[in-house]
């Protein structure tokens, strides 16, 4: 996850058991789902979400010019293509 830097750009995606993390400029979004089983991979897994927070915080808390609110634009749909 060391190369995961969040909302440094548009296309890294990462995967901490079923959960995927999109990394957006403006946002990271969280679809999925992790489970935290009481045992050693359950520890690993609420370690790496763990510091994937914490850097993403830690992000938050850095930007200087933090807005009050993001508005984000509604997810448009388009014809297939194919």
Do not use: C, W
């Not at 995961?4 to 995606?13: G, I, L, M």
């Not at 089983?37 to 520890?43: H, I």
């Not at 830690?58 to 509604?74: F, I, M, Q, R, Y």
Request: charged share 25%; hydrophobic share 45%.
């Amino acid at each position: 996850m060391s190369h995961f830097k969040p909302y440094a750009n548009e296309s890294d995606v990462i995967r901490i058991g079923n959960l995927e993390i999109e990394n957006r400029i403006d946002r990271l979004t969280l679809t999925g789902d992790v489970v935290l089983t009481r045992d050693k991979a359950g520890l690993a897994l609420a370690r790496q979400l763990q510091a994937l927070l914490g850097e993403a915080v830690g992000a938050l808390e850095a930007d200087g010019e933090l807005p009050e609110k993001v508005l984000l634009k509604p997810v448009s749909q388009v014809k297939n293509p194919f």
